[in-house]
C-alpha cells in the first residue's frame, strides 16, 4: 500500500451556494448553507486515503467546537493523527466559500494553522522516512513549509509543493521539491514572474519540475524538455471546490507509476470531484477512477 503523509491545513468550510457572486455592499438571498469540514492539508488527506493509500497527517486544531468534529471526520477516513495537535484555547481553520454557477470564492482563517510548526514536522520524521510521498501546501507558515522540503530532501522521499496561496518562493526552496503543482496564476507569482507570460515558457524557467493545472483544459508537466498536455475529462460540475486538492493527492498516490501516468489519473480524478458539493463531498474512491478511465479509453 502506497504511504503518503500529509504536512498542512485542516479547516471547517462554511459553504453558501448561491444563484451568483455577491457585489461590494450587496446582500442577497443565498440558497443553500452547510459546514463542511476542509481545509487543503485535510482535503489531501482525505483524498489520498479514498484513492487507497495509508495516511498521515501533520497539522493542528483549536479546541473550539469544529475541533472534534473535524478530528472525528479525518478519523474516519482512516487518517493517523499522531502528529496532528490540538491546541488549548485556540480558535480551529475556518473558510468563509460561495459557490456559484459552479465556481467559488474563498476567505481563509488560518487560526489553528498558523501554529503548525517545524519541530512538528521533525518530530514525524520516522513516518516521513516510510513514506512514498509527503505533500504540503502554503496554509501553514513558510518555515514549515521550508522544514517538510528540507526534511524529504535529507531522507530521499519526494515532497510534492502545491503553492496555494500563492507566493514568490526562493528558488532553493522550489529545487528541494520533486514537482510544485501550481496553476498558471499560482506559477507566476511563484517565480516573480510576468503573469502575461506563456505559462510553458514559465514552467521551463522553474528551477524544479512543474505539474500545472489548467482546470478543465487538464495539465501540464516537465520534468525537461517541452512542456506535454494531458487532457482533461468532461464532466458536469457542481462546486469545484476541493479539485485541486484531489488533482495533487492523487497525484502523490500514483507517482510510483510513472508521471505520465500519473498525471493523467490526477486529472481523472480531480473530474470525479467536482459532481457534488463540498471540497470532500465528491472526492472519488479509487475503482470511480479506474472506471472513469476504462470508459474513457
Not at 191 to 208: N, V, W, Y
Request: aromatic share 4%.
Amino acid at each position: 500500500m502506497t504511504r503518503i503523509v500529509v504536512v498542512g491545513s485542516i479547516n471547517m468550510d462554511l459553504v453558501t451556494q448561491a444563484s451568483r457572486f455577491v457585489g461590494p455592499g450587496e446582500t442577497i438571498l443565498g440558497e443553500r448553507f452547510l459546514t463542511v469540514p476542509g481545509g487543503k492539508g485535510a482535503n489531501q488527506a482525505v483524498a489520498a486515503a479514498r484513492l487507497g493509500a495509508e495516511v498521515a497527517l501533520v497539522g493542528a486544531t483549536g479546541d473550539d467546537a469544529f475541533a472534534q468534529q473535524l478530528r472525528q471526520g479525518l478519523a474516519a477516513e482512516n487518517i493517523d493523527l499522531t502528529h496532528t495537535v490540538q491546541l488549548d484555547d485556540y480558535a480551529s481553520g475556518t473558510a468563509s466559500i460561495t459557490v456559484a454557477g459552479g465556481e467559488n470564492q474563498i476567505i481563509v482563517v488560518p487560526a489553528a494553522n498558523a501554529r503548525v510548526t517545524p519541530a512538528q514536522v521533525e518530530q514525524a520524521q520516522s513516518l516521513i522516512a516510510r513514506a512514498d510521498a509527503v505533500l504540503v501546501q502554503m496554509e501553514i507558515p513558510l518555515e514549515t513549509v521550508e522544514a517538510t522540503l528540507r526534511v524529504g530532501q535529507r531522507l530521499g522521499v519526494p515532497v510534492i509543493l502545491n503553492p496555494a496561496p500563492a507566493q514568490k518562493l526562493p528558488a532553493d526552496w522550489l529545487k528541494l521539491a520533486r514537482y510544485v503543482t501550481p496553476n498558471q496564476h499560482e506559477l507566476a507569482i511563484l517565480l516573480g514572474a510576468d503573469p502575461d507570460e506563456d505559462f510553458r515558457t514559465l514552467m521551463q524557467h522553474a528551477p524544479c519540475p512543474v505539474v500545472l493545472t489548467r482546470g478543465a483544459e487538464g495539465a501540464w508537466y516537465r520534468e525537461q524538455g517541452e512542456p506535454v498536455h494531458q487532457s482533461g475529462f468532461q464532466v458536469d460540475v457542481v462546486d469545484s471546490t476541493g479539485a485541486g486538492d484531489t488533482f495533487n493527492a492523487a497525484l502523490a498516490v500514483f507517482l510510483h507509476e510513472g508521471v505520465a501516468t500519473a498525471v493523467r489519473k490526477a486529472c481523472a480524478a480531480a473530474a470525479l470531484s467536482v459532481g457534488k458539493l463540498g471540497a470532500q463531498g465528491g472526492m472519488p474512491q479509487h475503482d470511480d477512477v479506474e472506471k472513469l478511465l476504462a470508459r474513457t479509453g
